[in-house]
């Protein structure tokens, strides 16, 4: 099979896409100093309404699932399928792991749904579902991501997106990864629940 160069640049300019620390930005531009000295030091949206903006949490969500699904829908609209499921995955290693901030990034709750709605909506909507269901019924945000994370792979495979399946499938082991000290305090009764402010 022929190295095709249009995936590797679909792979970069979803990194690129994904690595927009927005949460940091906003925060930072709100006069609310850096993100990484509050609560848990995540940029995303969690920690964000940890400060008490809401607004900012908003933001920080839509921001990065949108960077993700644009990264995912461009790159599938001009180049291919499989090229936007590269830019997708890329642009939640982005968000993970940025350059510009040392590889230290956030979770990738938003990213992973932003690409997931963008390469398969229904999955998408379901996985968004399975989401807030958990979260709305335990109170826990990283219990909730969690769920909707194992959950992803089988939905897509009931979707019949066996490509879709093994991209939710990676992102899936990645949020695991990033979530094991929320998983230890989730077993000890220490995680905090959505919206409690930590300094």
């Known amino acids: 099979m022929a190295f095709d160069p249009l995936i590797l640049l679909a792979a970069i300019g979803g990194y690129l896409f994904g690595s927009v620390p927005f949460g940091l930005v906003l925060t930072r531009l709100?006069?609310?100093?850096?993100?990484?000295?509050?609560?848990?030091?995540?940029?995303?949206?969690?920690?964000?309404?940890?400060?008490?903006?809401?607004?900012?949490?908003l933001a920080t969500l839509v921001l990065d699932a949108g960077k993700a699904g644009f990264a995912c829908l461009v790159f599938t609209a001009l180049v291919s399928t499989p090229a936007g499921l590269v830019a997708g995955g890329a642009a939640f290693l982005g968000h993970c792991f940025?350059?510009?901030?040392?590889?230290?990034?956030?979770?990738?709750?938003?990213?992973?749904?932003?690409?997931?709605?963008?390469?398969?909506?229904?999955?998408?909507?379901?996985?968004c579902a399975t989401w807030l269901g958990m979260a709305l019924l335990m109170r826990f945000s990283s219990l909730a991501a969690l769920v909707a994370a194992a959950a992803a792979p089988l939905l897509a495979l009931a979707a019949g997106r066996a490509d879709v399946a093994l991209l939710a499938l990676f992102l899936a082991v990645l949020i695991f990864w990033r979530h094991r000290t929320n998983i230890t305090r989730l077993l000890d009764g220490s995680e905090p629940p959505i919206g409690a402010k930590k300094t």
């Open 98 to 127: 940025p350059v510009w901030l040392k590889f230290n990034g956030g979770k990738g709750v938003a990213t992973f749904l932003g690409t997931l709605l963008a390469a398969a909506w229904p999955v998408g909507l379901l996985t």
């Open 30 to 57: 709100a006069g609310l100093g850096d993100i990484r000295t509050i609560g848990s030091g995540n940029i995303g949206a969690t920690n964000v309404l940890r400060t008490g903006r809401k607004d900012l949490a």
